[in-house]
């Protein structure tokens, strides 16, 4: 049987809620924007989101995937891997052209 909460966890539970999943991310997303990270590497990191779900709920309360969320991951992963070697494809061809004009 299942009992209600102590006014105590629910008090710890909210803050947790308020602290850490609310002002902590709004602070270490502005940090990390403001320290030069472009647009597009920002947005990168912000899809791997429900990755880091899955793997905590799957760590901390041992819930395990469905298959169409491991499916969604594995798309999720494929559409990141495909988009930051793009990046780094256009970083590079920039980097040559610039030596390039340096070197005439």
Do not use: H, R
């Amino acid at each position: 049987p299942l009992s209600a909460p102590s006014e105590a966890t629910l008090a710890a539970s909210a803050a947790w809620c308020g602290a850490v999943t609310v002002a902590y991310t709004i602070w270490a997303q502005s940090f990390g924007q403001s320290s030069g990270m472009s647009a597009t590497q920002a947005n990168l990191i912000y899809t791997t989101q429900p990755l880091w779900s899955v793997l905590f709920a799957a760590l901390l309360v041992s819930e395990v995937p469905t298959s169409s969320e491991a499916l969604g991951g594995a798309v999720i992963a494929a559409a990141l891997w495909l988009a930051a070697s793009d990046e780094a494809a256009q970083a590079g061809s920039a980097l040559a052209e610039d030596e390039a004009s340096k070197a005439v």
